[in-house]
């Protein structure tokens, strides 16, 4: 065992990419370079852009180095021609992926050629000539235990005739009141066992699939809604009244062409709060709309996608029926669902302990995301996200809420916010949503809010003022114990987002000053800067208090504060007012922290190159092995944070507010999706750590 793993079934529609992602995520979590590896696909793959559909989305996946040519095996003509010759292609080029990577994940075939009771013999052959144990993956839809259990028997049996090993069983689409029996029964085959829930998701088309077998037509909409799932089909033959009562979620209308006030009317639907959100319109007949009702959709802006097709309903609707959803690089909800339900149902620690998966020493920027979502995932905090309406926030909460990350209340308008999340394909139904203008608890956090700031002459009107705005009323959640935390500033100043914190929130004891850090994640380590983001120019004291809650910081995301106050010299070889306002910083912080190591002033290559700090400082315990890094001032470290990270195309998670009795983030006005998960996932550790304190 060691460094490989090979993901096999007895047939087909297990839903074995589902458990290979899982896999795939939890070795991303332990090793820096992982490869994939698919030892036959199939020839003809036309349909499909030529590629593997599972072997695209798995080398899509930030930990694999490798590309998607490097990972085919051999094709299934070429098995059929000359088995022997074939394993031996494949055992090749197996070995040309692992010779460049830290570990294996083998994706065994899919049945979808020629299915024969041999492939599965021929899967546990390959197996064993890679040296890769097995983790079978078992269809349990609508299957007993006791099915499972038969199944399994007969596939271990082939195994040992090929001279493979088992390692693990995971029965996927297990019928939820079937989960606990369905992994007795698998324990008693002595390997680690688990099953996963059926999810319709997962096995639900998108609209982009139906296309293909109507030879369909994107006649309006957004193509990047072709991406969102398809619950089921309704046929639009009847009024109007009958068609809106039949709508339900998810679903793909299909009504012919020249029926304009059936296309009208569930677009209306679709946009209203009190129906529910479809995935499509499918015309059929190959009717043209009116060029007035054309017009009057392009007029409104409708992103939901109106597909157009020359087959009658009849046809159409067969044809549609028959496709079968599948998990790819290009359904990002399919993606977040099927890694939510693989963290929750399988123990991924103990299946790589089992597989004696060495962790690797390096800490890379996926790696240091894994680490803060697991955290966050682990004890789940509420975060309220005032930008409600901002489309980047609207796609991270979907992300958010379906891997478990958090829960969330979302401010701002909620007929805007439904318009928004509809228009972008998104689901936010699980999220709080509450309008700060007309909510009962905008007069409760009005009385706090001039109860706290009386003493600086705010009256209570001016207070029901205040609170209506987002980032007021967001602070007074987590003042008040409604919400954990409050994540903001994608379209708002970061003074906008810090204000009410600075006045309502206020400082832990001893912390003179808020401030911030950015984890700079660089390619084989994680360093800490701060501050980046808040104070222009600190004293002395105020650059202690940094150091002091930096080292902090750094201590409880996994860093070991080794803390560098930065100047333009190193030790007593310069003077000046810059230097000398270090050197005081330095003093404070070794008297107010004995215990923390630290080192100023110094110069940074000093600090990060050891051979720099053997010639400048040699026997310091910081200098060439520091990891957290205070700047003197604002415009050195906002420069050479963003100079890192554009040169050394480091990952920047920040800034990361502290000081706060309660954590408040401020998000870059840049920030993409990716950035506000992970300062969702950070907000939520933080809180996390202020309620064990």
Same mark, same amino acid.
């Given at each position: 065992?060691?460094?490989?793993?090979? /993901?096999?079934?007895?047939?087909? #529609?297990?839903?074995?990419?589902?458990?290979?992602?899982?896999?795939?995520?939890?070795?991303?979590?332990?090793?820096?370079? /992982?490869?994939?590896?698919?030892?036959?696909?199939?020839?003809?793959?036309?349909?499909?852009?030529?590629?593997? #559909?599972?072997?695209?989305?798995?080398?899509?996946?930030?930990?694999?180095?490798?590309?998607?040519?490097?990972? @085919?095996? @051999?094709?299934?003509?070429?098995?059929?021609?000359?088995?022997?010759?074939?394993?031996?292609?494949?055992?090749?080029?197996?070995?040309?992926?692992?010779?460049?990577?830290?570990?294996?994940?083998?994706?065994?075939?899919?049945?979808?050629?020629?299915?024969?009771?041999?492939?599965?013999?021929?899967?546990?052959?390959?197996?064993?000539?890679?040296?890769?144990?097995?983790?079978?993956?078992?269809?349990?839809?609508?299957?007993?235990?006791?099915?499972?259990?038969?199944?399994?028997?007969?596939?271990?049996?082939?195994?040992?005739?090929?001279?493979?090993?088992?390692?693990?069983?995971?029965?996927?689409?297990?019928?939820?009141?079937?989960?606990?029996?369905?992994?007795?029964?698998?324990?008693?085959?002595?390997?680690?066992?688990?099953?996963?829930?059926?999810?319709?998701?997962?096995?639900?088309?998108?609209?982009?699939?139906?296309?293909?077998?109507?030879?369909?037509?994107?006649?309006?909409?957004?193509?990047?809604?072709?991406?969102?799932?398809?619950?089921?089909?309704?046929?639009?033959?009847?009024?109007?009244?009958?068609?809106?009562?039949?709508?339900?979620? &998810?679903?793909?209308?299909?009504?012919?062409?020249?029926?304009?006030?059936?296309?009208?009317?569930?677009?209306?639907?679709?946009?209203?709060?009190? +129906?529910?959100?479809?995935?499509?319109?499918?015309?059929?007949?190959? +009717?043209?709309?009116?060029?007035?009702? %054309?017009?009057?959709?392009?007029?409104?802006?409708?992103?939901?996608?109106?597909?157009?097709?020359?087959?009658?309903?009849?046809?159409?609707?067969?044809?549609?029926?028959?496709?079968?959803? =599948?998990?790819?690089?290009?359904?990002?909800?399919?993606?977040?669902?099927?890694?939510?339900?693989?963290?929750?149902?399988?123990?991924?620690?103990?299946?790589?302990?089992?597989?004696?998966?060495?962790?690797?020493?390096?800490?890379?920027?996926?790696? +240091?995301?894994?680490?803060?979502?697991?955290?966050?995932?682990?004890?789940?905090?509420?975060?309220?996200?005032?930008?409600?309406?901002?489309?980047?926030?609207?796609?991270?909460?979907?992300?958010?809420?379906?891997?478990?990350?958090?829960?969330?209340?979302?401010?701002?308008?909620?007929?805007?916010?439904?318009?928004?999340?509809?228009?972008?394909?998104?689901?936010?139904?699980?999220?709080?949503?509450?309008?700060?203008?007309?909510?009962?608890?905008?007069?409760?956090?009005?009385?706090? #809010?001039?109860?706290?700031?009386?003493?600086?002459?705010?009256?209570?009107?001016?207070?029901?003022?205040?609170?209506?705005?987002?980032?007021?009323?967001?602070?007074?959640?987590? %003042?008040? &114990?409604?919400?954990?935390?409050?994540?903001?500033?994608?379209?708002?100043?970061?003074?906008?987002?810090?204000?009410?914190?600075?006045?309502?929130?206020?400082?832990?004891?001893? /912390?003179?000053?808020?401030?911030?850090?950015? +984890?700079?994640?660089?390619?084989?380590?994680?360093?800490? #800067?701060?501050?980046?983001?808040? *104070?222009?120019?600190?004293?002395?004291?105020?650059?202690?208090?940094?150091?002091?809650?930096?080292?902090?910081?750094?201590?409880?995301? &996994?860093?070991?504060?080794?803390?560098?106050?930065?100047?333009?010299?190193?030790?007593?070889? &310069?003077?000046?007012?810059?230097?000398?306002? @270090?050197?005081?910083?330095?003093?404070?912080?070794?008297?107010?922290?004995? %215990?923390?190591?630290?080192?100023?002033?110094? %110069?940074?290559?000093?600090?990060?190159?050891?051979?720099?700090?053997?010639?400048?400082?040699?026997?310091?315990?910081?200098?060439?092995?520091?990891?957290?890094?205070?700047?003197?001032?604002? *415009?050195?470290?906002?420069?050479?944070?963003?100079?890192?990270?554009?040169?050394?195309?480091?990952?920047?998670?920040?800034?990361?507010?502290?000081?706060?009795?309660?954590?408040?983030?401020?998000?870059?006005?840049?920030?993409?999706?990716?950035?506000?998960?992970?300062?969702?996932?950070?907000?939520?550790?933080?809180?996390?750590?202020?309620? =064990?304190?």
């Amino acid at each position: 065992m060691g460094n490989s793993v090979y /993901v096999a079934s007895v047939e087909g #529609y297990t839903g074995k990419s589902t458990v290979a992602l899982g896999l795939l995520q939890q070795l991303s979590r332990r090793v820096e370079r /992982v490869g994939v590896f698919r030892p036959i696909v199939r020839a003809d793959l036309a349909g499909h852009g030529g590629r593997d #559909y599972v072997l695209d989305l798995l080398t899509a996946h930030d930990a694999v180095p490798l590309a998607y040519d490097d990972c @085919v095996g @051999v094709s299934y003509d070429q098995v059929h021609a000359d088995p022997e010759a074939a394993l031996d292609e494949i055992v090749r080029r197996y070995h040309a992926v692992a010779d460049r990577v830290d570990a294996v994940l083998v994706v065994g075939s899919d049945y979808t050629d020629i299915g024969t009771p041999t492939e599965f013999s021929y899967n546990a052959k390959i197996a064993a000539n890679l040296g890769a144990p097995v983790l079978l993956v078992l269809n349990g839809f609508a299957r007993t235990p006791q099915d499972l259990r038969a199944i399994t028997d007969m596939a271990v049996a082939e195994l040992q005739a090929n001279h493979g090993s088992l390692f693990a069983v995971i029965a996927n689409r297990v019928g939820k009141d079937e989960l606990e029996s369905a992994v007795a029964a698998l324990k008693s085959v002595d390997v680690p066992a688990f099953a996963l829930p059926e999810e319709p998701l997962l096995s639900q088309p998108s609209v982009a699939d139906l296309l293909g077998p109507i030879d369909g037509r994107l006649l309006s909409g957004d193509p990047q809604l072709l991406s969102r799932e398809v619950t089921g089909l309704m046929v639009a033959a009847m009024t109007i009244p009958n068609v809106l009562d039949r709508l339900f979620e &998810g679903a793909a209308v299909v009504t012919a062409g020249d029926r304009p006030e059936v296309v009208l009317g569930v677009l209306m639907a679709h946009a209203s709060r009190t +129906f529910p959100q479809i995935s499509a319109i499918v015309l059929n007949g190959g +009717f043209t709309l009116p060029a007035q009702v %054309q017009r009057l959709i392009e007029g409104l802006g409708v992103t939901l996608p109106v597909v157009e097709t020359d087959l009658g309903t009849q046809a159409t609707s067969a044809a549609l029926t028959a496709v079968r959803g =599948r998990l790819t690089k290009e359904s990002p909800r399919k993606v977040d669902t099927a890694l939510a339900l693989f963290d929750r149902y399988v123990d991924g620690r103990a299946l790589l302990d089992q597989l004696a998966v060495a962790r690797s020493t390096a800490v890379t920027p996926l790696m +240091f995301e894994h680490q803060l979502l697991d955290r966050a995932v682990a004890d789940r905090k509420h975060i309220v996200l005032p930008e409600g309406e901002e489309e980047r926030i609207l796609r991270a909460a979907d992300m958010l809420l379906r891997r478990g990350v958090a829960e969330l209340t979302l401010l701002g308008d909620p007929i805007a916010i439904s318009a928004k999340a509809a228009a972008i394909g998104v689901d936010v139904a699980a999220a709080r949503i509450i309008n700060p203008d007309d909510d009962e608890l905008a007069e409760r956090f009005a009385a706090e #809010y001039h109860r706290l700031r009386q003493h600086r002459g705010v009256d209570l009107d001016r207070a029901r003022e205040l609170v209506k705005d987002v980032s007021y009323f967001g602070t007074m959640m987590v %003042q008040l &114990g409604l919400a954990d935390g409050m994540v903001s500033g994608a379209v708002h100043t970061t003074a906008h987002t810090i204000r009410p914190a600075l006045e309502v929130v206020k400082t832990v004891p001893d /912390v003179s000053v808020v401030s911030s850090v950015f +984890f700079m994640c660089l390619q084989h380590q994680v360093l800490v #800067y701060g501050d980046c983001a808040v *104070n222009p120019d600190p004293t002395a004291e105020q650059l202690a208090d940094i150091a002091i809650s930096s080292a902090a910081t750094a201590l409880a995301f &996994g860093v070991e504060p080794r803390v560098a106050m930065l100047s333009y010299s190193t030790g007593s070889s &310069g003077t000046g007012t810059d230097v000398q306002k @270090v050197s005081e910083a330095t003093a404070i912080v070794r008297e107010r922290a004995p %215990q923390l190591l630290v080192e100023g002033p110094i %110069q940074y290559d000093a600090a990060i190159d050891s051979a720099v700090a053997r010639t400048k400082l040699p026997g310091s315990p910081v200098a060439g092995r520091a990891t957290v890094f205070i700047f003197p001032d604002l *415009n050195t470290g906002n420069n050479t944070y963003k100079a890192v990270q554009r040169s050394a195309n480091a990952v920047a998670v920040g800034p990361v507010l502290q000081g706060l009795r309660k954590p408040v983030n401020d998000l870059s006005r840049g920030a993409t999706v990716r950035d506000i998960v992970n300062t969702v996932a950070i907000t939520a550790i933080q809180a996390q750590q202020g309620e =064990r304190r």
